[in-house]
């Protein structure tokens, strides 16, 4: 994209094509002629990384697209019904809530190398500030993708964010009206956030293309922060640049792909797997794990415009940065003190993020003003000062000059994924708080854990057997249906099997020709059966708590693992949180509350229940249920087996994902280090 | 590099050719889940399971539309003379030469079961019209005899049979 290309085709039909439009020429000139600056390091192989991100969000996303139900009434079990009924839904729903996360984390790299090798300075401002836009793009993509699947904290995520709008002087509620489309979030908010998320990553390409052309006009920056002189300081952009991106590329999909097939909710809020309900509000509102540093900002100014302004704020000063900073010295380099002062930043955006998730008491209040006022004073304070009266130390004459002066860090490779798993880390205290209080669920040793973990299919078929039995008679499984119970990865029961179970139900069919509704035996497509026609029926039966369903329960409740065991937690792949507090919940009754504490009437004191005064009474007993295959009859098994079998009707294709993500994973090792190797191979003749 | 002999020549071409490969079959191999998407989903298939007619009230020259698998089926409770018409037709000189004993269960001859899309292009036939007593279809005007057979028209094939039997003399499950 830089001037006339010298490109000149040989084939006669690409002659043709090219007098007509040149359009061969500009990959060539842009793609392949394209000279690179010979020493960059692989920090700046980020954008191509987003690129691929952009990509890979847009094709997953028109895929799900097709899966998906835009409706207030539907949404919720679409997404599921994706998950558990499409041909690789699972893989691609997981995919695109995973790629989401995986882009943030992409940007933030690529936001700080730019940040710290100053490649917002001229005469690179407007590449920069085409660069927020495609941020704040994102953020609003990224906002309005996860109100689509209408759990809880889509739901109430959307409502606080878009009651950030409210606090414009004069129009703000007219304002928040026209996003909701109603009195409040509902259907028709729904609606338009679908057609927006569809449409604005679009938008994104478009600016992305601005920003590959601003790029090629003004060439790319480079660790030493000197601009290309001659020949000697460049080299092609392929093989070059290209081999090393598709290296950086790999690595990075392996990290993504640890993500997919291993951990693919530890980003993700457990209650989000609970269906919207515009009656309860969750116990913390929390936003994505990339917003986090914003939302702390937000929250530690206690007044409502002033926060909405701040917040805006810490994200549109970034525009301004060419201007604040106006040190001739591009990269930091050869600028000790801003050097010092950018790592004190990227904690203090890390802080920030950890505030973020934290509720808004106590200490955390005053630490996230402490870091809000740090995080302003760096770009408004700090970088002026520090571009007024810093002495740099003396850059290299020329990009040769670099390459040659010092040694290649492999550190900077290692640093880069310890920053990431670092930014990851973050959000581990957003994914569990649904039990603050109490003493935490121990750890089961599950089956179904770690790399290679499988369901025990005899635990499968008891713990159907207690949910029968004894769950079912108040806790409806909207989700699962008896022909599941044939599929593969999970009880094992055989067609006949399932066929005869479904055939002691009744279920409601009809009109028939005569226009009434009949009694039918159910058949295998047919759903579990609900034990209350309805929500107010299953509320007034059961002293006012309606018995929430259990199809996702295991993956809809968590707890805190506290810092550092969450970050213990990615790599060790722990998943188990929801099984660990059913079992927990299960065996945690007590028939007398400790001394002190008042129980409500109608309640039972369970140990490990959020307050601890459950409306649901302790149902299990030893020998209640009998076990054909010999288990102990015991209540600590009842529990165990019951929490197995709620963990694969909340993710049934976890074997199937275990053992694809097996084969991914030792696929992407292998073409990792084959890259490696060719990019060796290629670069060994530029050295 | 060090050297630049041809050894070290050929192995670095390996090299890239190899690499190239992995990658190409990484690259299919990743576009197979996009595609195995299109399927029908599970509880799609699932509600294709087979399905029971009973067909005690069709009279005598009537028939019903029954839906499986997102289909039109027609029942057709036939006449003896439409029968008779069915049987009487030179078979070689059909479009699709098919017998009516092949088109309808033995020992239930008054029963014709068919699926009700035209194998022209898909439209839905209207039963009871046209010139042979069967099917009428408005798109192009095919024509269906009361076997179901094509007897004019652009239609290529006979309606299609779906799979079924009689569970009883008075019943039938489809698929
Ligand atoms: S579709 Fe029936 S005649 Fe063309």
Same mark, same amino acid.
């Given at each position: 994209?830089?001037?006339?290309?010298?490109?000149?085709p040989q084939?006669?039909?690409l002659?043709?094509?090219?007098r007509?439009?040149?359009?061969f020429g500009?990959?060539h000139?842009?793609?392949?002629?394209?000279?690179?600056?010979?020493?960059?390091?692989?920090w700046?192989?980020f954008?191509?990384i987003?690129?691929?991100?952009l990509g890979v969000?847009i094709?997953?996303g028109?895929?799900?697209a097709?899966h998906?139900?835009?409706?207030?009434?539907?949404?919720?079990?679409?997404?599921?019904?994706?998950?558990?009924?499409v041909d690789?839904?699972?893989?691609?729903?997981?995919?695109?809530?995973n790629?989401a996360?995986?882009?943030?984390i992409?940007?933030?790299?690529?936001?700080?190398r730019?940040l710290?090798?100053?490649?917002y300075?001229?005469p690179?401002e407007?590449?920069?500030?085409?660069?927020?836009?495609?941020?704040l793009?994102?953020m609003?993509?990224?906002?309005m993708?996860?109100? *689509?699947?209408?759990g809880?904290?889509?739901?109430?995520?959307?409502?606080?964010?878009?009651?950030?709008?409210?606090?414009?002087?004069y129009?703000?509620e007219?304002?928040?009206?026209?996003?909701?489309g109603?009195?409040?979030?509902?259907?028709?908010t729904l609606n338009?956030f679908?057609s927006?998320?569809y449409? *604005?990553?679009?938008?994104?390409?478009?600016?992305?293309?601005?920003?590959?052309?601003?790029?090629?006009?003004?060439?790319?920056n480079?660790?030493a922060?000197?601009?290309?002189?001659?020949a000697?300081?460049?080299v092609?952009f392929?093989?070059y640049?290209t081999?090393k991106?598709?290296?950086g590329?790999?690595c990075?999909i392996?990290f993504?792909?640890?993500?997919?097939?291993?951990?693919?909710?530890?980003l993700?809020?457990?209650?989000?797997?609970?269906p919207?309900?515009?009656?309860v509000?969750?116990?913390?509102?929390?936003?994505?794990w990339y917003?986090?540093p914003?939302?702390?900002?937000l929250?530690?100014?206690?007044?409502?415009l002033?926060?909405v302004a701040?917040?805006?704020?810490?994200?549109?000063i970034?525009a301004f940065l060419?201007?604040?900073?106006?040190?001739?010295?591009?990269?930091?380099?050869?600028?000790? *003190?801003?050097?010092q002062?950018?790592?004190?930043?990227v904690?203090?955006c890390?802080? *920030?993020?950890y505030?973020?998730a934290?509720?808004p008491?106590?200490v955390?209040?005053?630490?996230?003003?402490?870091l809000?006022a740090?995080?302003f004073a760096y770009?408004l304070?700090?970088l002026?000062?520090l571009?007024r009266?810093?002495?740099?130390?003396?850059?290299?004459n020329?990009?040769?000059?670099?390459?040659?002066?010092?040694?290649?860090s492999?550190?900077?490779?290692?640093l880069?994924v310890?920053?990431a798993?670092?930014?990851?880390?973050l959000?581990g205290?957003?994914?569990?708080r649904?039990?603050?209080h109490?003493?935490t669920?121990?750890s089961?040793?599950?089956?179904f854990?770690?790399?290679?973990?499988?369901?025990?299919?005899?635990?499968?078929?008891?713990?159907?057997?207690?949910?029968?039995e004894?769950c079912?008679?108040?806790?409806?499984m909207?989700?699962?249906h008896?022909?599941?119970l044939?599929?593969?990865?999970?009880?094992?029961?055989?067609?006949?099997?399932?066929e005869?179970?479904a055939?002691e139900i009744q279920?409601?069919?009809?009109p028939?020709?005569a226009?009434?509704?009949?009694?039918?035996?159910?058949?295998?497509a047919?759903?579990?059966p609900?034990?209350?026609?309805?929500?107010?029926a299953?509320?007034?039966?059961?002293?006012?708590?309606?018995?929430?369903?259990?199809s996702?329960?295991?993956?809809?409740r968590?707890?805190e693992?506290?810092?550092?065991?969450?970050?213990?937690?990615?790599?060790?792949?722990?998943q188990?949180?929801g099984?660990?507090?059913?079992h927990a919940?299960?065996?945690?009754?007590?028939?007398t509350?400790?001394?002190?504490?008042e129980?409500?009437d109608g309640?039972?004191?369970?140990?490990?229940?959020p307050g601890?005064a459950?409306?649901?009474?302790?149902?299990l007993?030893d020998?209640?249920?009998?076990?054909d295959?010999?288990?102990?009859?015991k209540?600590?098994?009842?529990?165990?087996d019951?929490?197995?079998?709620?963990?694969w009707?909340?993710?049934?294709?976890?074997?199937?994902?275990?053992?694809?993500?097996?084969?991914?994973?030792i696929?992407?090792i292998?073409l990792?280090?084959?890259?490696?190797?060719?990019?060796?191979?290629?670069?060994?003749?530029?050295? | 590099?060090?050297?630049?002999?041809?050894?070290?020549?050929?192995r670095?071409?390996f090299?890239?050719v190899?690499t190239?490969?992995v990658?190409?079959v990484?690259a299919a191999?990743?576009?197979?889940?996009l595609?195995?998407?299109?399927?029908?989903?599970?509880?799609?298939?699932?509600a294709g399971?087979?399905?029971?007619?009973d067909?005690?009230p069709?009279?005598d020259g009537?028939?019903?539309?029954?839906?499986w698998?997102?289909?039109?089926?027609?029942?057709?409770?036939?006449t003896?003379?439409?029968i008779e018409?069915a049987r009487d037709?030179?078979?070689?000189s059909?479009p699709?030469p098919q017998?009516d004993?092949?088109?309808?269960k033995e020992?239930?001859d008054q029963?014709?079961?068919?699926?009700?899309?035209?194998?022209?292009?898909?439209?839905?036939?209207?039963?009871?019209?046209?010139n042979?007593?069967?099917?009428?279809?408005?798109c192009?005007?095919?024509?269906y005899d009361?076997?179901g057979?094509?007897r004019?028209?652009?239609?290529p094939?006979?309606l299609?049979?779906?799979?079924?039997?009689?569970?009883?003399?008075?019943?039938?499950?489809?698929?």
């Amino acid at each position: 994209m830089s001037g006339p290309s010298s490109f000149q085709p040989q084939n006669s039909v690409l002659k043709w094509i090219e007098r007509r439009l040149p359009i061969f020429g500009l990959v060539h000139s842009s793609f392949v002629a394209y000279p690179t600056p010979r020493n960059l390091n692989y920090w700046w192989t980020f954008g191509g990384i987003l690129s691929f991100m952009l990509g890979v969000q847009i094709i997953t996303g028109v895929i799900l697209a097709m899966h998906y139900t835009p409706h207030a009434d539907l949404a919720f079990n679409s997404v599921e019904a994706i998950v558990r009924d499409v041909d690789y839904g699972w893989l691609l729903r997981y995919l695109h809530s995973n790629g989401a996360s995986m882009f943030f984390i992409a940007v933030y790299i690529h936001m700080l190398r730019g940040l710290y090798y100053g490649s917002y300075k001229e005469p690179r401002e407007i590449l920069w500030i085409l660069g927020v836009i495609i941020y704040l793009l994102m953020m609003a993509t990224g906002f309005m993708g996860y109100v *689509l699947p209408w759990g809880q904290m889509s739901f109430w995520g959307a409502t606080v964010i878009t009651n950030l709008f409210s606090a414009i002087p004069y129009f703000g509620e007219s304002i928040v009206t026209l996003l909701w489309g109603g009195y409040s979030v509902g259907n028709p908010t729904l609606n338009r956030f679908f057609s927006l998320h569809y449409l *604005l990553p679009f938008v994104i390409a478009g600016v992305v293309v601005l920003h590959v052309w601003a790029l090629h006009v003004a060439g790319q920056n480079n660790p030493a922060g000197v601009e290309p002189k001659t020949a000697k300081d460049t080299v092609p952009f392929t093989p070059y640049a290209t081999i090393k991106d598709a290296f950086g590329l790999s690595c990075f999909i392996l990290f993504y792909c640890w993500f997919i097939f291993y951990i693919p909710n530890y980003l993700g809020d457990p209650d989000n797997y609970i269906p919207a309900n515009p009656g309860v509000t969750p116990a913390h509102i929390v936003p994505e794990w990339y917003y986090l540093p914003f939302y702390a900002i937000l929250r530690s100014i206690p007044n409502k415009l002033a926060g909405v302004a701040a917040m805006f704020s810490a994200i549109l000063i970034l525009a301004f940065l060419p201007w604040l900073d106006s040190a001739k010295t591009r990269s930091m380099r050869y600028r000790p *003190l801003a050097k010092q002062c950018f790592w004190i930043f990227v904690g203090v955006c890390l802080g *920030l993020g950890y505030l973020g998730a934290k509720p808004p008491e106590g200490v955390y209040v005053v630490a996230g003003r402490i870091l809000t006022a740090c995080y302003f004073a760096y770009f408004l304070i700090v970088l002026p000062i520090l571009s007024r009266i810093e002495k740099p130390r003396t850059v290299p004459n020329s990009i040769a000059d670099d390459v040659l002066g010092k040694k290649k860090s492999v550190v900077a490779s290692a640093l880069a994924v310890i920053g990431a798993v670092g930014l990851l880390a973050l959000d581990g205290g957003s994914t569990a708080r649904a039990a603050e209080h109490g003493p935490t669920p121990p750890s089961v040793n599950w089956s179904f854990a770690g790399p290679f973990g499988k369901f025990d299919q005899g635990q499968l078929q008891r713990g159907y057997k207690i949910y029968k039995e004894v769950c079912s008679a108040c806790h409806s499984m909207n989700l699962v249906h008896y022909r599941n119970l044939t599929d593969p990865g999970g009880p094992g029961f055989s067609i006949a099997q399932a066929e005869a179970l479904a055939a002691e139900i009744q279920v409601k069919d009809g009109p028939n020709d005569a226009g009434e509704m009949f009694e039918r035996p159910g058949r295998v497509a047919d759903k579990f059966p609900a034990p209350f026609p309805n929500e107010n029926a299953a509320r007034a039966a059961n002293g006012g708590a309606a018995p929430p369903d259990l199809s996702l329960m295991a993956k809809a409740r968590g707890y805190e693992r506290g810092f550092p065991q969450f970050i213990f937690d990615a790599f060790t792949q722990f998943q188990e949180k929801g099984p660990n507090y059913i079992h927990a919940i299960l065996t945690g009754f007590e028939e007398t509350p400790p001394e002190g504490f008042e129980l409500p009437d109608g309640s039972t004191y369970n140990k490990y229940f959020p307050g601890h005064a459950m409306k649901m009474p302790s149902v299990l007993a030893d020998d209640q249920v009998t076990y054909d295959d010999g288990t102990p009859q015991k209540v600590d098994q009842y529990a165990k087996d019951v929490a197995a079998f709620l963990m694969w009707t909340a993710e049934p294709k976890l074997e199937e994902r275990k053992r694809l993500g097996f084969q991914v994973m030792i696929f992407m090792i292998i073409l990792t280090g084959l890259l490696y190797f060719t990019k060796r191979a290629v670069w060994a003749d530029a050295h | 590099m060090t050297t630049s002999s041809s050894a070290g020549q050929s192995r670095r071409d390996f090299l890239f050719v190899a690499t190239g490969a992995v990658a190409a079959v990484g690259a299919a191999a990743a576009a197979w889940p996009l595609v195995a998407q299109l399927n029908p989903d599970a509880s799609t298939v699932a509600a294709g399971a087979p399905i029971e007619v009973d067909l005690a009230p069709i009279a005598d020259g009537q028939d019903i539309k029954v839906f499986w698998r997102g289909k039109p089926i027609y029942i057709m409770h036939r006449t003896k003379k439409q029968i008779e018409e069915a049987r009487d037709v030179n078979v070689a000189s059909l479009p699709d030469p098919q017998p009516d004993s092949a088109r309808v269960k033995e020992g239930h001859d008054q029963w014709l079961v068919v699926i009700g899309i035209c194998t022209h292009l898909g439209c839905i036939p209207i039963a009871h019209e046209g010139n042979y007593d069967g099917f009428f279809c408005p798109c192009h005007g095919s024509q269906y005899d009361s076997s179901g057979r094509i007897r004019q028209g652009p239609a290529p094939l006979n309606l299609a049979i779906p799979p079924y039997a009689f569970v009883s003399d008075s019943k039938i499950r489809i698929g």
